[in-house]
C-alpha cells in the first residue's frame, strides 16, 4: 500500500462538487423553487453515478479518501433533502425523524465498530508483545 496516494482525482472532485452543493439543494426546496431543486438532485444523483463509475473502472481515479467521504456525501445529501422537505411541509415530520435517526444509528454503529476494531488490534497487540517478551524471557532463563 502506497504512503502517499493522490487525492485530487475526478471522482473527489465530482464528490466535493455534491458536497458543495447539498446546501444549495436545500435551499431551493425551502424556498420552493421545485424545478432548479429536482434539476440539481438529478444532476447530484448522476455525479454520485459518475464518481462511482470512474473509481471502479480506472484504478488510478480510486483513492482511500474517496472511499470514506463519498458515503459521508451521500448521507448528507439524504439527511438535508429529508430535513428540509419536512421544513417545506411535503414529508410527514414523523416519517422524516425516522429517517434521519436512522441515519443516525448507522453513524454511531460505524463510529463503534471502528472503535470495537481499533481496541481489538491494540489489545492484540499488546497481547502478542506480552508473550513475544514472556517467550523470550523463558529461552533466556532456560538457557541461563
Known sequence: MPLKE???TIPNL???GRLTATPFLGHLIVSKQ???ALGLFMVAGVSDWL???IARRYKTQSSV???VIDPVADKFLIVTLTVCLAQAQLLPLPLAALFVARDASFLASACFIRYKSLRLQGLATVLLRF???RYVSEA???RG
Do not use: Q, R
Open 51 to 53: 464518481d462511482g463509475f
Open 14 to 16: 465530482l464528490t466535493l
Open 131 to 133: 508473550s513475544t517478551t
Open 140 to 142: 533466556c532463563y532456560l
Open 65 to 67: 479518501l474517496g472511499a
Open 6 to 8: 493522490n487525492i485530487f
Open 34 to 36: 421545485y424545478p432548479a
